[in-house]
């Protein structure tokens, strides 16, 4: 990883070479308090510099630094470490090798050894900058053909600090990959496993401390105008601490979006931050975009490198953590807006059924209010719920204080104990004021409360006609079973979840007339069904009946003619509007008897209209005859099919059968047919 800094400084550490004493000095920088090693003391830096003094016939070499002014030592081959390089060579000979030149020099006695000697000097370009290649010995100078083979070694030890360093860094490079992949394969997996951030950042900081060998992580997250600890292992900080933005460490790097290094104990006040004895710490933030949502801390490195050369790895990790919070972020929204249209729903269902107190105790509930009182636009209180009288008094001031034109709809109020409104939340409760709107509209006509519990299904294929009958059934506190548009999705609904009563429009695209109840029926023999329709033409209405519906109420109803045929249908009983029921009082053109006899075997006097005889069609078996005495008495069908030692099926057909013979509508219709025409006593 690139040095962030200049400064070197050095540490002897003793050695054995092969071919006599060498040693090696390793070279550390310093980046922001995190150290890095820049040559590896384990090399095989002394070995070469024994081959090098054999090439140039040298009884001992170096590799040399420059610091300042001075020259200080990094290895050795045969050559003490502290000999003092300045006493061997002079300035203009430093100069001229570090410019590129090869340089042999003589060394005066007592420089070097007691006797005199004889020196050369040549650069080695080396990635962190320039170092020097000397070799010295004692008889004779190094000629031209040493001095070159001197700089050539130079070049062939730069390469391979070259070729040494690539390779450590693709290892390095490989190793921190591995690291990044390892952490981004948990973080998916937490993504998979939980849409709970603080789960997520939890076990996300537990894997940045093992794979980063850190003795302490937390991550720490905007809100609002606080940092807060969202996540900490190995860190005595709780879980909730919090501070300003501006504050301490963590403050500084969101305000600035710079990554923070430290080493040692912290004195600037600026950074104390909560554990200025951490040591080596890496604070860097979170970034999602161009915001900055947070900051991740680690601390106290478990091994001796410190985080000097997981920097990188740790930048990436930072990222990947921010991009997973966002993610979280957005299904978290997601939900929550999900979870408001559904609370939206509710309130408008309990609104607009008149049920001003469901409703506003469904909008506390849902949007975090401790109290939500609503008024009509003169100021009568509609609604009101309230779990204490501090917010009680509140809601009640604030919906009091709402400005409205006359007649333009509620006054809202809502109040909450802990934490203030923010302004985020104005678009939402305006959209809870307009659900609660309702109770303006409901409260002119409400009308008495309806039987509650009855699961209607509306079979309509007009939009507008579906979305009123909603809401009729709706407000009349009815429970919207299902609105299917076609007979084959209402069929297919009924033998999935059998609703308490059918309400039925004969003019369906798959079936119109009497075609849609016999549809019904071949589906469920004893489902309620109200037919629901303009036409009010008597044939028409006699054949939807004789189909099998229970009752016969036209559209242009009053809405309460409507929500009386329903329970009655589903009380049992006929339900017919005054209109239908007019219909049905004239002539019936099919009116069968029972038991003709010669006298009588093709007309019978119908006594609901004296002198009007009707054709006989098909008389009554003594089987019909039993089974209707046995309605006659009331007996359901289960106690008749004891009594007449039959399946409760084959019951159950015989009276639809009995009721289609006599044109009935049900079977207390056909009881009172048959009581009339005296086919029973």
């Known amino acids: 990883m690139p040095a962030r800094s200049s400064s070197i400084v050095s540490g002897l550490i003793g050695m054995t070479g092969r071919a006599g004493k060498s040693h090696a000095i390793g070279m550390i920088r310093q980046t922001g308090g995190a150290r890095e090693e820049s040559v590896n003391p384990t090399a095989l830096w002394p070995e070469r510099l024994a081959h090098i003094a054999v090439l140039l016939r040298a009884e001992g070499a170096a590799v040399l630094a420059t610091s300042g002014e001075d020259l200080r030592t990094v290895f050795t081959h045969d050559v003490s470490p502290d000999t003092k390089w300045r006493g061997i060579f002079d300035a203009d000979a430093v100069v001229r090798a570090l410019g590129g030149n090869t340089v042999g020099t003589a060394v005066a006695a007592g420089r070097w050894e007691e006797e005199a000697a004889f020196a050369l000097l040549t650069r080695i370009d080396l990635p962190e900058g320039e170092a020097l290649l000397c070799a010295l010995r004692h008889g004779v100078p190094f000629d031209a053909v040493e001095l070159s083979t001197a700089s050539a070694a130079a070049e062939l030890l730069a ?104 080493s040692g104990p912290v004195d600037d006040d600026r950074f104390r931050g909560s554990d200025p004895e951490a040591g080596e710490s890496v604070i860097m933030p979170l ?47 997601l939900e929550r807006e999900w979870r408001s249209e559904v609370a939206l729903e509710d309130v408008m269902r309990h609104a607009a059924a008149s049920d001003g107190d469901a409703a506003a105790r469904t909008a506390a509930k849902s949007f975090g209010h401790h109290a939500v009182a609503v008024r009509a636009s003169d100021g009568r209180i509609l609604a009101l719920h309230a779990e204490d009288k501090e917010c009680r008094e509140a809601a009640l001031e604030a919906s009091a204080q709402v ?82 548009s076609t007979c084959a999705e209402a069929v297919d609904l009924i033998a999935e979840n059998e609703p308490d009563v059918v309400l039925l429009d004969l003019g369906l695209p798959d079936a119109s007339g009497p075609d849609g109840v016999t549809r019904i029926r071949e589906v469920s023999s004893s489902l309620p069904i109200v037919a629901f329709s303009v036409e009010r033409n008597p044939e028409v209405i006699r054949a939807v009946l004789r189909a099998g519906a229970n009752g016969y109420v036209s559209k242009d109803a009053p809405s309460s003619q409507v929500i009386a045929a329903i329970e009655a249908a589903v009380q049992g009983l006929t339900a017919l509007g005054p209109a239908e029921a007019r219909a049905l009082s004239r002539t019936i053109d099919t009116i069968p008897v029972v038991e003709a006899t010669e006298d009588t075997a093709d007309v019978e006097v119908d006594e609901s209209e004296p002198g009007a005889a009707v054709p006989v069609r098909e008389p009554l078996t003594p089987r019909e005859l039993e089974l209707l005495r046995y309605l006659a008495e009331g007996y359901t069908n289960k106690e008749i099919a004891r009594a007449m030692v039959l399946a409760e099926d084959t019951v159950k057909k015989g009276v639809q059968t009995l009721i289609a013979k006599l044109g009935a509508t049900d079977r207390t219709h056909a009881v009172v047919l048959a009581l009339r025409r005296h086919l029973i006593e």
């Open 159 to 262: 390469l391979s600090v070259g070729d040494g360093r690539a390779m450590a860094d693709a290892k390095n490079e490989s190793a921190q990959t591995n690291d990044r992949l390892t952490l981004l394969e948990h973080l998916l997996a937490g993504l998979q496993e939980t849409h709970d951030a603080s789960a997520l950042l939890a076990r996300a900081a537990e894997d940045i401390a093992q794979r980063m060998g850190a003795g302490g992580t937390s991550i720490m997250l905007v809100e609002g105008d606080r940092l807060r600890v969202r996540a900490s292992v190995g860190i005595g900080v709780p879980i909730g601490h919090e501070q300003r933005v501006n504050e301490g460490i963590a403050g500084w790097v969101v305000s600035r979006g710079e990554t923070v290094v430290l």
């Open 287 to 333: 970034r999602a975009g161009d915001e900055i949502i947070g900051v991740l801390n680690v601390k106290r490195p478990t091994g001796a490198e410190g985080f000097g050369q997981k920097l990188e790895v740790l930048d990436a990790v930072a990222g990947d953590v921010a991009r997973a919070l966002v993610a979280i972020n957005r299904v978290d929204d």
């Open 403 to 484: 400005e409205t034109p006359p007649g333009s709809g509620v006054r809202v109020g809502v109040a909450r104990h802990g934490r203030p409104y923010e302004p985020s939340e104005e678009q939402l409760a305006g959209r809870a004021a307009d659900a609660l709107g309702l109770l303006a509209h409901t409260e002119a006509e409400s009308a008495p409360k309806r039987r509650s519990g009855v699961r209607v299904l509306a079979v309509e294929d007009h939009p507008v006609m579906r979305l009123g009958v909603r809401a009729l059934l709706e407000r009349e506190g009815l429970v919207v079973a299902g609105i299917t």
